[in-house]
């Protein structure tokens, strides 16, 4: 597909791929494993440095390559639990119970940048902080009444920046102001995944690739896993799919798929613009997102030359190449001065939501599980693929407050929303149009 907007040489993989595409392995299937992980992404990865560490043999299966998911695909933006922390959460679960949740998410911040240091992992990370922009006075003001609470839970600054003020967090005068939170960070997704593998891999862990796994059984002493490849027999298994948990090809876990809405993100990449405009239009090189339903995000490369905008351009079913000029045009509205740049990359990614807003981990019918990131997944799903590990080989010190908690789904649901996310996505584009009009 040509379009005017792509760049000689347009590309519908991973911009971060150009220095970090996740490589090919040839380990064969072994027929026997003390702990096997599905799913080759932050989460089992981090899970199955953290069961090395504490002497499990270890196998991680992915039907594609490892790390060649959302892990690789999505924005760099290292969240410390922002999108979890807020009165709503207390509201639901009581004060403690609320209170315990908020500081469990906030705590993968610190849990993933320790891990950085301590496997010296080449990723780019840096502690930059993010400007949440307000997309409406509305919206403006329900970040306000939750600024407080979050520098209480994260422990770092969270302060309101009117939109007088707007311009020394962003070259723009799109939004109403916004809150500037400390408590974020950014990398190189590509060169993370990458990273952490080659951690678990030293730690001994063995990693397989292009195994997809058709189903799961409980049997006298363990499990029997039954892939496209073989069988593989476990004592124990864990489930680490999350965005790509329903597949017609073959679904490891039917039950985690029915409680996981997945949804696709789509990232475009500009030409290099220079650093001067970079500097101009991202001032302290913050992470930006917008409190839209349809909600945009976006930031500089890590090299700081071009611009990576991403969002949920497209409700239906659309490659890459169709959801880049929409992205464009989100992407020109804020920064106008960018009409004429071209795109060197587009790309898509499956995130996962749940019905209740929350991550979880647990156990059911023996089999372990770690998902539904909201969204916000570099720190959190590293964080939860740690504490299912802990919990797996009997060694957490205390409950995990995201351990356990009721995993809703809905009733008919499959897991597999298409057939009406075009409908929720027209009603909240709708309601987006309200609340601008509104202002």
Same mark, same amino acid.
């Given at each position: ?84 922390? /807020?009165?709503?959460? @207390? &509201?639901?679960?009581? !004060? ?6 908020? *500081?469990? +998410?906030? #705590?993968? =911040? ?104 058709? /189903?799961?059984?409980? @049997? &006298?002493?363990?499990? !029997? ?6 069988? *593989?027999? +476990?004592? #124990?298994? =864990? ?201």
């Amino acid at each position: 597909m040509s379009h005017p907007l792509f760049a000689p040489g347009f590309k519908t993989s991973p911009w971060w791929w150009e220095a970090a595409e996740p490589p090919q392995r040839a380990n064969a299937l072994p027929d026997r494993a003390t702990v096997a992980v599905v799913g080759g992404g932050y989460a089992g990865l981090s899970a199955a440095l953290t069961l090395r560490r504490l002497g499990q043999p270890v196998v991680v299966l992915d039907a594609e390559r490892i790390g060649w998911g959302a892990s690789s695909r999505n924005g760099g933006m290292v969240s410390g639990g922002l999108k979890i922390v /807020g009165p709503a959460l @207390e &509201a639901v679960h009581g !004060r403690e119970r609320g209170r315990a949740i908020a *500081l469990a +998410a906030a #705590a993968s =911040l610190p849990f993933i940048e320790e891990t950085i240091a301590r496997e010296e992992i080449d990723c780019d990370y840096v502690r930059c902080g993010r400007f949440a922009a307000a997309w409406s006075p509305r919206h403006y003001d329900a970040m306000a009444r939750k600024a407080e609470l979050l520098e209480e839970i994260t422990g770092l600054p969270a302060r309101m920046l009117p939109k007088s003020r707007q311009r020394e967090a962003l070259g723009s005068d799109h939004y109403h102001g916004g809150m500037m939170a400390a408590a974020t960070g950014s990398l190189h997704p590509g060169k993370y995944a990458r990273g952490l593998a080659a951690a678990a891999e030293r730690a001994g862990a063995l990693l397989v690739d292009g195994v997809r796994v058709q /189903g799961i059984h409980e @049997e &006298a002493g363990g499990f !029997r896993i039954a892939t496209d490849r073989g069988e *593989l027999r +476990a004592d #124990a298994v =864990l489930v680490t799919t999350n965005g790509y948990s329903l597949d017609r090809r073959g679904t490891a876990s039917p039950w985690l798929a029915r409680r996981l809405v997945p949804l696709n993100s789509y990232i475009i990449a500009t030409e290099e613009l220079g650093e001067e405009v970079i500097d101009r239009l991202f001032p302290g090189r913050r992470m930006i997102s917008d409190s839209k339903r349809v909600l945009n995000y976006f930031r500089p490369s890590p090299d700081g030359r071009r611009v990576l905008w991403g969002g949920r351009a497209s409700f239906r079913a659309a490659t890459a190449e169709q959801s880049a000029p929409a992205l464009h045009g989100y992407m020109t509205e804020c920064f106008p001065e960018l009409a004429k740049v071209r795109l060197t990359h587009a790309w898509t990614g499956n995130v996962a939501f749940t019905f209740d807003s929350l991550p979880h981990i647990g156990v059911e019918r023996g089999i372990h599980y770690a998902a539904g990131c909201q969204g916000s997944g570099v720190a959190m799903a590293s964080w939860l693929g740690h504490n299912v590990a802990l919990k797996l080989a009997g060694a957490a010190n205390e409950p995990f407050p995201l351990d356990g908690l009721p995993f809703p789904t809905r009733p008919l649901y499959s897991g597999n929303p298409n057939w009406v996310l075009p409908f929720i996505g027209g009603w909240f584009r709708l309601r987006d149009r309200i609340d601008r009009r509104a202002a």
